[in-house]
């Protein structure tokens, strides 16, 4: 079984100290996975098995490795969980094991991982947490190989590939930009800026956030975008930016370097509001700066705001396996609840080995998941395209006196 525990070298930390805080940020946690003796991976009721493969394709290294940590995490969270709770599918008592590649964030080797844990692993289902490796891997998973797509990914773009073996987990991204436009300019004013990320999904954000801004007879000021990745001095785009005199500011890429920007804008005097895009997370971002500097900012919910009947005991998992010092983000509560889902549609089914059954059988599992996995805003529905659905979405506004208040989310279509 496969088995996957956090390491923290004590000496990467302690050399992290007095560095920059991006420097600092991404000293992560490093992973000790240790193969033993597996039964039948990949085997189901059907086929006399008892274990079975989830497998996973992520950024475990290089900028995005934080990123990719924290969905993994939630992915071994549950499944830790699930095989101590015992799962029996079509009789047979059955063993989760997570099985994790490193992709870089690129999409093309997310694919070729894909399809070697689909093919070597047996994996009926497929993680992955990056739109453009989404999208590769959409390609292949309903040919030669069938498995089923896991996708951590807001990008509508998902659902509209018409991929029936694709499972979308959080909100839409473009349902955001009306509660934050009407947020922002309530808090705010009337002109934004946009100092948003350069990636791909930075500018699909960067367009939605732009196209409801201007319905609602806002003023847009130039597009300042910037490398979250690459650009370590925000003095000067920021500097650039709050030249057009916004009242908000449009920023949003990981939360490290997002929150060095929001910290640099205080600085030279800027008082308006921020509209923080879902990749950065706001009680994520306050370990990299003060509370203060994130305020009067529209962003999404943190999960420990959440109500869920299982969040409290799974925010107190999460520090014990992470670290007091890290903060549970949305990345690791939703593949936690989503792998949930996963194990409990193959009860369900009978199988873990058809992904087609395993997909087809998740509308009724929603109903039937034990609620210590539901923690964070869990999904009562799935549409017919593939996307687990939160009726209740919310974001949050973070006023002045550094308290929460939650906003209602009217969901938008998936259709292009």
Known sequence: MLRLTFQRRKDDLNSAKGQPPVLAAAVISTF????GACGGGGGSGDSGGDSVVIGYTGPLSGGGAAYGENVQTGLQMAVDDLNEDGLEVDGKKITIELKSLDDKYAPSTAASNAQRLADQDKAPVVVSPNAGAIKAIQQINDGRSKFMISAYTSDPAIMQAGNALTMMIPPNFESYAKPYTEQGMKHGGKKLALLGTESEYGQQWTKAITDEWKKADGEIGADNSINYATVSDFAGPVSKALAEKPDTIFVGGPSQPTALIMEQARKQGFEGSFLVMDQAKLDEMATV??????TNSIGVLPVKEYDDPGNKDF???????????K?????????YQSMAVIAKAMEVAGTTSDPEKIRAAVPDALSKVDDKYKVNGFPTTITDQGHLMNPEL????????????KVPVDQVSDAK
């Open 32 to 35: 000790a996975l240790t193969l």
């Open 289 to 294: 700066t003060k509370l203060k500097n994130l």
């Open 315 to 325: 925010l107190k998992k999460y520090a014990e396996a992470a670290g007091e010092d």
């Open 327 to 335: 903060v549970a983000t949305s990345e690791t509560a939703l593949n």
């Open 394 to 405: 919310e974001v949050t506004y973070l006023n002045e006196d550094e308290k929460y208040t």
